[in-house]
DNA sequence: GAGCGACGTTAACGGCCATTAACCGCACGT
DNA sequence: ACGTGCGGTTAATGGCCGTTAACGTCGCTC
């Protein structure tokens, strides 16, 4: 499935594509150039070009890995399902943390600069999002059934940027370390999906917006 | 309410920075050239130049200016405080609702586009937010004492994300309208904070913070 | 022991783009 | 009427940057 560009030591190809997503995660896709992205890995400029078609590439390999990465994650955390639905989205949002923890420039990256690349590339990754958060809003409409699935949808959107909110942090230690904070992170999305069923329908109306 | 439209004066300059707020949350700072911004405006390229020095200045005044309104409107509520300090939190939550909702794109280059600012600017910008956020965390923590400052200073900036959220949302009907969009926010941001709360310390070991 | 393919190098090229130059008209106060 | 200045215009200019060309050097296989 997908393209499997060899189970590979890949040494050289993924070192350029870490060093990109530091890159674009720093100053932005368009304001990194290739000499930069050459001179992180110990080459320079043209040499990207033996192992990727342009910068765009490089973009693009880099959201759709992403995207799939999370979608698979999640679609495992699912299929093995927990002992009740909670415990699928426990798993979830844990899963969800260490990737937010652990990757933080490509999660920045990822929802940042989706519309810099080609319209394949972007309905692709655009594809791959929108199933990962439906993947999301089902398990989340298991375990807190009252809300409509806007709601729910919304919800998921917001804890996502909630538990993405990591990489905007300013650098140091002015918070908690890695364990800590994925310990918070979760409490802060499980409380945020808690709240979400409280009181939902209640001085609603038709609303309408 | 809100933003009013403004029969205001300055019309120029404001049509000018809204337009290029507008396309900078779209497109990157980088991804967007003098000639847009112009044409949006229905002058041509260089003419901005008669209203502002460069486009780095508009950048400037767009992300001082967010800075300043989101600070001083959140000084303002704490100053009225509320009955209690969960009501001044939630008066903050409220406007910093108004503010994702109304100023989408504003917010999105708020903190998206910061380390395009030249040196002095950038560090003005970053006071300003890191005042906002210290503001929140006084509040926060009088309305839930139990956490260290570091968790509740992550957990303000995790709210932040939360709220910041609606800017990426996909397109058109697939959510909630305005008013729903807002109470829910108000819900799950919330029940996040009272989250934070709950078992701090259980189970936490040292926990450095 | 020659050839070839993977990887790099440096030097163009070409386009985009922010900024500046040079020039224009109109509103308006005097 | 007049000139002055604000807000535009179009045409350079100059730099940055992605990409391509042309060329070199290993290390390997036949």
Redesign the pocket.
Known sequence: MSNAPAPAPTS?REQILKEAARLFAERGF???????I?AA???????????F?????MLAELLVGISERLLDGGRMRVAEGGESPGAVLDALIDGHIDFALDDRPLITVHDRELDRLREADRKRVRRLQREYVELWVTVVREVHPAPSEAEARAAVHAVFGLLNSTPHLGRPGSLPGRTDMARLLRRLALGAFGAMADGVGVAGGPSAG
Chains 1, 2 share one sequence.
């Open positions: 050289r368009h304001g990194v150039g290739v000499d930069e050459g890995v110990g080459i320079s400029g043209p040499g990207l070009y033996r192992h078609a342009g910068k765009d590439a």
